[in-house]
């Protein structure tokens, strides 16, 4: 089965560093990748995603994740973070052409950002 | 009007009663989604409709009843709930077609806090 792996379930940082949310995950097939984010009492709202093409893909909000095949691997970056940005950020993949579930996303557990002053 | 729209956004309940949730999506899309989301656990898909027929029933208790009478409302009935389903209800909708599309992009509400005492 899929599985998706948020290795940091916490990440703290002061305004203005750069973030890295890491994102692995498990398939032997292609697969299609997003990064969400929930903003607190708010549903999920899409980053950015990798369908093909370039493997490094921009987002909204300054965000942008690098597809890496080999590694199995969607880690999500953004140079200088806002306190703005402090929410849960949800990274979910689907496998192409698995059988004929319309729209199947599996997430990850999420990973807490907190950016402090 | 917002995309995808949930009532109530807070509702307790006891184990005996019956309660509804409510979700509408203001996007023209073709596919809906109810997600469950835990403290702790990755979202778990529920149920997904496309064109109004159900497209997929995740191992949902029966205690758990979606119902989608057009393609802009879905509803998630529920009776004598146990307090492990004390969660967050979030909905979904995408363009989806028939045939399915793994690249649409899923759009959610803010949820429905649900707890069962």
């Known amino acids: 089965a899929q599985s998706v792996t948020q290795l940091d379930s916490q990440v703290p940082v002061f305004e203005e560093a750069p973030v890295e949310l890491r994102c692995n995950y498990s398939s032997s097939v292609s697969v299609y990748l997003f990064w969400y984010v929930q903003y607190p009492n708010q549903g999920l709202q899409l980053l950015l995603k990798y369908l093909s093409g370039s493997t490094l893909v921009k987002g909204i909000n300054g965000f942008e994740a690098e597809f890496n095949k080999s590694q199995t691997s969607f880690h999500l970056r953004k140079p200088s973070v806002h306190i703005s940005d402090t929410a849960e950020y949800f990274c979910?993949?689907?496998?192409?052409?698995?059988?004929?579930?319309?729209?199947?996303?599996?997430f990850g557990r999420g990973t807490q950002l907190t950016v402090w002053p | 009007e917002t995309g995808v729209t949930q009532t109530p956004r807070h509702l307790v309940m006891g184990m005996t009663n019956k309660k509804s949730l409510k979700c509408e999506q203001h996007l023209g899309h073709n596919a809906m989604y109810w997600y469950k989301q835990s403290a702790k656990k990755p979202l778990e898909l529920m149920f997904v409709y496309s064109l109004e027929e159900r497209v997929e029933n995740n191992s949902v208790p029966s205690r758990f009843s979606p119902e989608c009478p057009n393609s802009s409302h879905l509803f998630l009935h529920l009776h004598t709930l146990q307090p492990e389903d004390s969660a967050l209800y979030l909905c979904?909708?995408?363009?989806?077609?028939?045939?399915?599309?793994?690249?649409?992009?899923?759009?959610f509400g803010p949820g429905t806090r649900l707890t069962v005492l």
């Open positions: 979904a909708s995408s363009q989806g077609t028939v045939a399915g599309t793994l690249t649409d992009t899923q759009y």
């Open positions: 979910a993949v689907s496998e192409i052409g698995r059988g004929s579930t319309l729209g199947r996303l599996y």
